[in-house]
């Protein structure tokens, strides 16, 4: 079965940056498109961040802040985040993206963006 394992997330200040990792096991993510979303309270979780092989993909909310990366030799995808914003606090998650049906969700890693 998979398991991903998310971590990097923290409480930060409006305008600074964090980085997000999530390793695999149970699967080898090279051949799949792999996301990360995030899910702030009342709010429906959303895929912010998405990468395949060559390509990746944002929403326009975080167009230019969040750039989505993977090593695959370690099974790991990362999220760093710059510029970080309020509307940014959620819990983020990694899962397979590119419109498959997700793994069992992790534990997620926690972002507060505050002052």
């Known amino acids: 079965q998979v398991q991903l394992v998310e971590s990097g997330g923290g409480l930060v200040q409006p305008g600074g940056s964090l980085r997000l990792s999530c390793t695999a096991s149970g699967t080898r993510i090279v051949i799949y498109t792999m996301g990360w979303y995030r899910q702030a309270p009342g709010k429906q979780r959303e895929l912010v961040a998405e990468v395949t092989s060559g390509r990746t993909n944002y929403p326009d909310s975080v167009k230019g802040r969040f750039t989505i990366s993977r090593d695959n030799a370690k099974n790991t995808v990362y999220l760093q985040m710059n510029s970080l914003k309020p509307e940014d606090t959620a819990v983020y998650y990694c899962?397979?993206?590119?419109?498959?049906?997700?793994?069992?969700w992790g534990q997620g890693t926690q972002v507060t963006v505050s002052s």
């Open positions: 899962n397979v993206a590119g419109g498959r049906i997700p793994w069992p």
